[in-house]
């Protein structure tokens, strides 16, 4: 029986990152990496209403240019960035339906559920709104962005089958991390037969430039494959995937994903060991062993975001991406709603309850000369 995705390949154009120059899109790069990604065969396009000038551009380097039938168009809705304004919140619909021109969305998602971003799209009826506009043929596909625990997929998707699929963040770093618990919610996911499209394959980047140790397991398994390709051919290897999105800014990147990617390959047994051996020697560099636990914020007085906040510092120390890690950290007063480092007031509560005996107003004062 065909699933929902079957024929789409299974790399997928991710808007969330397109180039620019200085402070405006390259457009002329733009439109060159979107006729190369359909002339390759590509299909699946993935912007979100969040995603700021990201639609119009995708406007006119796409969907001004070609055949709306010739590709799939994925859009997203972020009740939580109008949390006061229902309406508001609904009417994002309309805004990325005009600044698109999309005309209808091939598969359309409600943006980031997960912690306390859940209950939002309930009690604005989301979900009810757009399976009216599926039903009035401006929405094919319902699904759901998700950055959650696995126990709130599973009530989401028992609570919402018209959910037809589930976005989530797959790759090899983050299958067992405390925070992102990627190998679970999958699981979750095929349980509930819920076809699946990945985003952050290559961990927005940072795998393409993976610790020295890391890159040299790859090297020496093969020194002609990117290190991108290993992280996405990772992603694309698990059943039941409609697509792995990359969220490509040039050309060039386009070129690599597209190498091998276009004619995808599942990694071989052989090949999946050496991406196991990458994971044991990345759980082995050192970082602040932080499993997520949460006691440390129910005994905070201040509501310190404490286990998001170190999950950014460490992405600094494992990568070195500082964009990243700043992104991430500004996460916990944004999408998170908690508290960032600088509201410690060191009282030591946290470290009282800490399993891992963490010395976590250390690691804050770190966090804020750092990240702040």
Same mark, same amino acid.
């Given at each position: 029986?065909?699933?929902?995705?079957?024929?789409?390949?299974?790399?997928?154009?991710?808007?969330?990152?397109?180039?620019?120059?200085?402070?405006?899109?390259?457009?002329?790069?733009?439109?060159?990496?979107?006729?190369?990604?359909?002339?390759?065969?590509?299909?699946?396009?993935?912007?979100?209403?969040?995603?700021?000038?990201?639609?119009?551009?995708?406007?006119?380097?796409?969907?001004?240019?070609?055949?709306?039938?010739?590709?799939?168009?994925?859009?997203?809705?972020?009740?939580?960035?109008?949390?006061?304004?229902?309406?508001?919140?609904?009417?994002?619909?309309?805004?990325?339906?005009?600044?698109?021109?999309?005309?209808?969305?091939?598969?359309?998602?409600?943006?980031?559920?997960?912690?306390?971003?859940?209950?939002?799209?309930?009690?604005?009826?989301?979900?009810?709104?757009?399976?009216?506009?599926?039903?009035?043929?401006?929405?094919?596909?319902?699904?759901? +962005?998700?950055?959650?625990?696995?126990?709130?997929?599973?009530?989401?998707?028992?609570?919402?089958?018209?959910?037809?699929?589930?976005?989530?963040?797959?790759?090899?770093?983050?299958?067992?991390?405390?925070?992102?618990? +990627?190998?679970?919610?999958?699981?979750?996911?095929?349980?509930?037969?819920?076809?699946?499209?990945?985003?952050?394959?290559?961990?927005?980047?940072?795998?393409?430039?993976?610790?020295? #140790?890391?890159?040299?397991?790859?090297?020496?398994?093969?020194?002609?494959?990117?290190?991108?390709?290993?992280?996405?051919?990772?992603? #694309? +290897?698990?059943?039941?995937?409609?697509?792995?999105?990359?969220?490509?800014?040039?050309?060039?990147?386009?070129?690599?994903?597209?190498?091998?990617?276009?004619?995808?390959?599942?990694?071989?047994?052989?090949?999946?060991?050496?991406?196991?051996?990458?994971?044991?020697?990345?759980?082995?560099?050192?970082?602040?062993?932080?499993?997520?636990?949460?006691?440390?914020?129910?005994?905070?007085?201040?509501?310190?975001?404490?286990?998001?906040?170190?999950?950014?510092?460490?992405?600094?120390?494992?990568?070195?991406?500082?964009?990243?890690?700043?992104?991430?950290? #500004?996460?916990?007063?944004?999408?998170?709603?908690?508290?960032? #480092?600088?509201?410690?007031?060191?009282?030591?509560?946290?470290?009282?309850?800490?399993?891992?005996?963490?010395?976590?107003?250390?690691?804050?004062?770190?966090?804020?000369?750092?990240?702040?």
């Amino acid at each position: 029986m065909a699933y929902l995705g079957e024929n789409v390949m299974k790399l997928g154009f991710g808007l969330m990152r397109l180039p620019k120059k200085g402070d405006e899109f390259d457009m002329e790069q733009i439109k060159a990496m979107v006729d190369r990604f359909l002339e390759a065969g590509g299909t699946y396009f993935d912007t979100a209403f969040a995603y700021p000038g990201s639609e119009e551009a995708i406007r006119e380097a796409l969907i001004e240019r070609y055949p709306r039938e010739s590709f799939l168009f994925a859009d997203k809705l972020a009740a939580w960035l109008n949390l006061d304004d229902r309406e508001k919140a609904l009417r994002q619909f309309d805004i990325s339906l005009e600044k698109s021109g999309a005309g209808y969305f091939d598969f359309y998602l409600l943006h980031n559920l997960g912690d306390d971003r859940i209950d939002i799209y309930d009690d604005y009826g989301v979900w009810d709104f757009v399976k009216e506009k599926k039903a009035e043929g401006k929405i094919r596909h319902i699904g759901f +962005s998700f950055h959650g625990t696995p126990a709130q997929l599973r009530e989401i998707l028992t609570k919402h089958p018209e959910a037809e699929f589930v976005q989530l963040q797959i790759n090899y770093a983050d299958m067992e991390h405390p925070l992102i618990r +990627s190998r679970e919610c999958y699981e979750v996911a095929r349980e509930f037969d819920k076809p699946v499209v990945i985003m952050e394959p290559v961990k927005g980047g940072m795998l393409a430039t993976p610790p020295e #140790a890391v890159a040299e397991v790859f090297r020496r398994a093969d020194p002609d494959a990117s290190l991108a390709s290993w992280a996405i051919r990772y992603a #694309a +290897s698990r059943e039941g995937i409609i697509t792995v999105l990359s969220g490509m800014s040039t050309l060039e990147q386009m070129e690599d994903n597209l190498s091998f990617m276009k004619e995808f390959r599942r990694l071989s047994e052989e090949e999946q060991a050496v991406v196991k051996e990458a994971q044991e020697v990345l759980a082995k560099i050192p970082i602040i062993p932080c499993t997520s636990c949460g006691y440390c914020m129910k005994v905070c007085p201040e509501n310190v975001g404490i286990p998001r906040i170190f999950n950014a510092l460490n992405l600094l120390r494992l990568y070195g991406n500082m964009t990243q890690a700043k992104r991430q950290y #500004a996460n916990v007063r944004g999408i998170f709603r908690k508290k960032t #480092a600088e509201a410690c007031i060191r009282c030591g509560q946290c470290e009282g309850v800490c399993p891992q005996h963490i010395r976590i107003r250390d690691e804050l004062e770190n966090a804020k000369e750092a990240l702040d």
